[in-house]
């Protein structure tokens, strides 16, 4: 039985599904032909997407998802997914924490994880939930208190967002 080596190391290799995005002038298109999903931009999994690859290249002013048919999101909406974005960049940990901080399971990271898994609606009572042994040091509980804030602040910044899109 003769097996491809190159298909079996491929096999072996974890592969990260990435979508294709870069800046072309003021847009920052983003690739959909491999993605798993039809490009609507007022799905969950478009929103989520769209939110990620900004916070992850940066802000633009407008955004161009990459089809067959080429859909633009501008004005209000593309300011909104510019605003989340933001949000999304702010909310992880800044510091390349070691030792005992990088596997603390209220690491800030971990916490935010969970917040953004579900977004457009985030968890926010699950992510609360992962800081309710808080304790230990002083470093400590600096740390849950900054994540603690940093999540209300999410929640805030996203129901302002709301609100601005909703208003008459």
């Known amino acids: 039985m003769d097996l491809d080596f190159k298909q079996i190391l491929q096999g072996s290799i974890k592969k990260e599904r990435t979508v ?3 800046f072309e002038g003021d847009a920052l298109v983003i690739g959909c032909m491999d993605c798993g999903y039809a490009p609507e931009p007022g799905s969950k999994e478009c929103m989520r997407c769209m939110v990620d690859r900004m916070a992850e290249a940066g802000g633009a002013n407008r955004i161009v998802l990459r089809t067959g048919r080429d859909l633009e999101i ?3 909406s593309g300011q909104a997914i510019k605003r989340m974005a ?3 960049r702010c909310s992880t940990s800044l510091t390349r924490d070691k030792g005992r901080c ?3 399971p209220m690491h800030r990271n971990r916490v935010m994880d969970v917040a953004w ?3 457009p ?3 926010y ?3 609360r939930s992962l800081l309710d042994g808080a304790g230990g040091d002083e470093m400590c509980v600096r740390c849950t208190a900054s994540t603690m804030r940093a999540l209300a602040q999410m929640e805030s ?3 302002d967002i709301r609100k601005r899109l909703v208003r008459p």
Do not use: I, T, V
């Open 86 to 88: 933001s949000m999304r």
């Open 125 to 127: 009572l699950g992510a």
């Open 74 to 76: 501008s004005g209000e």
């Open 121 to 123: 609606y985030p968890n």
């Open 102 to 104: 990088k596997r603390c």
């Open 20 to 22: 294709e995005h870069r």
């Open 157 to 159: 910044d996203l129901e």
């Open 117 to 119: 898994q579900d977004f």
